[in-house]
């Protein structure tokens, strides 16, 4: 597990319970959708500026035939979404699309 915030100065404020649970949670989605073998690595992330609550928790996905695209998944209302990725202007192979419009 990789746990790291956008500031160094605010590590102690990360709730190292919400981050196992949204990895956990992150990683069950995951293998759900069958992803388990593809999985190059998962990184939660943290932003400080929002504060201690679930949603300055997010994690970056990599998987291992798209090692220059990061996906985002974050917890919302129980479940676990995609929310957006980085590295590519056109999405990539594990793009989630929901009623033919990117998740935002």
Known sequence: MIISDFNSGQVDEIDKELVIELEEKVMDYLVEKDY???IYNLEVRFNPKIGTVLDAYYAYVVFEDEKT???VYKQRNGN???TGFSGSSD???HLEVVEDEIIE
Do not use: A, N, R, S
């Open 36 to 38: 388990t073998e593809e």
């Open 69 to 71: 695209i990061k996906y």
């Open 80 to 82: 676990i979404v995609q």
């Open 91 to 93: 999405g990539g192979k």
